[in-house]
């Protein structure tokens, strides 16, 4: 029987962690063993999904199964765009300066600012009286 190859990768973001892999095939999009479009309710998540494979032209040529854990759903979208960008880059290197430009090879490393002792959170402070 012959194998299957995959390419696997890992994108992250925030508190989200995407494993992707993806596997030549007809365009099948899979996230926790839902399609794509049930797992993502928000259309901006949706595009930010598919923006590498559409940039790249190979929005029906490639599989996608991804298992995301963590964080909030926007958050996993983006993660998921790291993943997808991170495995179509194994493909073929000759993405590489086309995903570099549109910023999909970037981790974006803002992360939440913790809260501090004596105040509310982060930044905010109690409430201060004059009287």
Known sequence: MAEVVKYTAVGR???????????????????????????????????????????????NKYDVVANIKGGGLTGQASALRLGISRALLTI????????RKQGFLTRDSRAKERKKYGQKGARKRFQWTKR
């Open 13 to 59: 973001r925030k508190e989200s962690v995407a494993r992707v892999e993806l596997m030549p095939g007809k365009g099948i999009f899979k996230v926790n063993k839902k399609p794509y479009e049930k797992y993502f309710l928000r259309e901006t998540d949706r595009i930010i999904v598919k923006q590498p494979l559409n940039i790249t032209n190979n929005i």
């Open 92 to 99: 073929d290197p000759v993405f590489k300066d086309l995903l």
